[in-house]
């Protein structure tokens, strides 16, 4: 092979700005979905969507189920599902109120404590994978029945008040809901650690091939424990939001919220057979959710039909996205 | 070995396929350019090519996995164009893959019968399942085999002759086979001839591809030369090998096993396997690599050569035994501080063990060493990208760039980034399994020479290869197993390939008969354990 023929296949696809405006688009199907709903829902609602106030309501509305979703991505780019993520929000945020009212530690040690608690209920998740073997399926069915029970033992099934370490998490900063700050600094972390980071770049390659990850000498083991663990913080920082916007840890909080996390990740463009994924499109498969169900609300449709149009929706998003990626290859 | 004389009827239409101004893109790459070809019945057309130069690629068009961009196909008198694998092979088409297509965890028969179970009222009928699937087995030699267990847990070239039984159970009339002999070894590739023969004398029209060029001559009648999209031409299959490499490459290439041996016996000892043992798998295996020396491994399917390679390097443990790396002792199944050590492996099928097939060729040659190059837990990006596409060019891997998908790339070219991986690592003992598999003959060089590199610095490689010429070419030693045990070791200058084979096909059952080998002094257990009989080489031609 000479240079010459090395030079030949490296010949580009132009870089003028038409292609790359087209290939921007055709590679953020995702975004461009977003950009379309918000223009429709602009006209529906007689333009009540795009004001200041609701935009703020839908990032509000968005940060816990995007906060979930970041850290569902990590578990389902390593070729895993997290179903455990709502009930470890409702478990931490009832540990942390329970430390502060109960046990009386400091406003900062009950938070500390709850976040930690995440991290563990996600690092036993990862332990069950990595060396118990067991499917992630199934070690997180258990640890969702496991630690919603928790949540209720503690509780005695009642909410109970937060420290105002957690209710800052429900307040404002200025004008700026601290919802919305948190969902912008646990989407950059998400997006940070994917792709700059070791143990990121380790995800993408067990999720790819875990066998080939682990003759290439990546520590498979140890990561898919990091995977979980990252999982179940970031599971417990949405939960301190939740409970901090009702000032109070409710032992049925973010109940089902495991699936709206997936249908998240999944619309932003992640594979569940693992590999794939960006913190980019978990943001905007969230956003698409919220913004749905926002749209809804101002068209005043019924919440029963909200449900059936919420699962056409996400039917419609992923089948899509099939169709745009084999468009491509093909 | 001559070609084979005459078909059975002049007379009759013989034009099978035909290809008209055929063209493929894939995205910016222009990879097939008006491609003219004709397959007729009762002939094995052998297409050549370096990697990536779109062998793969024109058979998936004809069997309907891709799309053509331009021109058309004519087979069997009528222009078709197939959407699907099914509709190709309802039509008559069979293709065997290069890269292995089985769903591991079902059955060996289930495999071979996929997308076309027998079945009553929806329901699979069993029974037919065995049957059919004992017979397609028994013409690709493998009558004994269980057909009930998974084909995950077979070897790569058991699995490949599954594939051929599979292709085979097709009534074809055109069968395309895409490298299938790269992973077997003489004695099946000969199995897989004589079916062809067989064939071929039933009016079946076939497209061979492979990187060998002495089978051209031994099983096809003509060959058809590809480079970098083009079809140079197509040409009897005696043309003389040297013509074919200057089509192929567009260059002569002197020396197809360019080693340079440095002779001295007493350097240092970098990998020292004492008295190995791994259930019946492995035998009390003794094995020391030398720096600056090429151990070769040979011998048959099942001998063990994978399980040794994959015990030392630490993918799997074993019972008893010591492995030593430049005089450091290993843990067994301690594959991380194989690594540390300077261990590195080459597996034997990349695309299941060697590559994550979405993430780039960057990423790819960087997993060994992504963590010793981080600061703070953050990869060193441009660090890794640059040396990277260093080593990438230092092997000459034919890429768009290192962010292109390593699955986008041609097979030999893959097989080089895996390479890349152990290069950029520095690594001082490298095992080699099946190195060579799928590469392409200017490619193989370009390997060769860098094994030739890495040793002239002062590392050794330890190469199981089932490809004879090339462990006779480029090995100072070479060491044949048998049945789990090493058998002998001969000198590659003295060497011939009849005395290698005569050491891997010998009856090691009866216990006096290990050889060069000591006994075992360790463990109770494993000698008295008599080596498995599954892996036993194909009897006849499987003619029928
Ligand atoms: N799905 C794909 N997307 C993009 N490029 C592709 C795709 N498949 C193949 N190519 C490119 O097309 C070219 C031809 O590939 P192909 O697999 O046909 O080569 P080949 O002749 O079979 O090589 P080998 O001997 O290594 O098997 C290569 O440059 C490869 O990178
Ligand atoms: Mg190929």
Known sequence: MTTGQVGAVRRRAGQDPKTWSRRFVANNGPLMGLVVLC?????????????????????????????????????????????????????????????????????????AAGLACGVVVGAVNGLAVAWGKLPSFIATLAMLSIARGLTFVISGG?????????????????PIPVPIIVLAVMGIACAVVLNLTVIGR????????????????????????TVFALSGLFAAVAGMVIAGRLQSAQPGAATGYELNSIAAVVIGGASLAGGVGRASGTLVGALILTVINNGLNLLNVSAFWQQVVMGVVIALAVFIDVIRHKGLSH | MATWAGREDPSAPTELLRLTGVSKSFGPVSVLRGIDLTVHRGEVMVLLGENGAGKSTLIKLIAGIHRLDSGSIQFDGVPVQFHSVAQGEA????????????????????????????????????????????????????????VDQPVGRLGVAHQQLIEIAHALDVEAKLLILDEPTAALTAEEISALFAIMVDLRSRGVGMIFISHHLDEVARVGDRVAVLRDGDLIDVVPADTDQARLVRMMVGRDIADQYPRHRQTDGESEVLLDVEHLCQGKRLLDICL?????????????????????????????????????VCGRRLASGRLRQGIREGLGLVPEDRKSQGLVAQASVRENIGYATLASTAHAGFVDRAGQAGRAEAVARRLRVRMRDVDQPVADLSGGNQQKVVFARWALAGSQVLLLDEPTRGVDVGARVEIYEFINDITAAGATVVMASSDLPEVLGMSDRI?????????????????????????????????????????????????????PNHGDPIKDGGNR
């Open chain 1, 39 to 111: 223009v429709i829902l602009e006209f529906a609602s007689h333009h009540v969507f795009l004001t200041a106030g609701n935009l703020s309501n839908v990032l509000v509305q968005a940060s816990t189920i995007a906060v979930l979703a970041f850290g569902q991505t990590f578990v389902i780019v390593a070729a895993g599902i997290d179903l455990s993520v709502g009930s470890a929000a409702g478990l931490t945020a009832m540990v942390s109120a329970w430390m502060f009212t109960s046990a009386q530690f400091p406003a900062g040690i009950a938070l």
């Open chain 1, 158 to 174: 009642k909410p109970i008040p937060t420290p105002s370490s957690v209710s800052f998490f429900g307040s404002m900063i200025g």
């Open chain 1, 202 to 225: 380790s995800m993408y390659a067990v999720g790819g091939n875990i066998e080939a990850a682990r003759l290439a000498g990546l520590p498979v083991k140890r990561i898919l424990v």
């Open chain 2, 91 to 146: 039509a008559g088409i069979a293709t065997i893959h290069q890269e292995l297509n089985n769903v591991p965890q079902l059955s060996v028969a289930e495999n071979i019968l996929l997308g076309r179970l027998p079945s009553r009222a929806g329901f699979v009928t069993p029974g037919a399942i065995r049957r059919r699937a004992r017979q397609a087995l028994a013409r690709v030699g493998l009558s004994d085999l269980d």
């Open chain 2, 288 to 324: 020391r690599a030398r720096a600056g020396e090429v151990v070769g491994l040979a011998g048959l399917v099942g001998a063990g050569r994978t399980e040794l390679l994959r015990a030392i390097f630490g993918a799997d443990h074993y019972d008893t035994g010591v492995v030593q």
């Open chain 2, 479 to 531: 060491v044949v197993m048998n049945s789990g045990r090493i058998v002998g070791e001969i000198p590659a200058d003295q060497a011939t390939s009849d005395q290698v084979m005569a050491l891997a096909v010998r009856d090691v059952e009866s216990p006096e008969a290990s050889g060069g080998a000591n006994p075992p002094e360790v463990s109770g257990e494993t000698d008295r354990a008599q080596a």
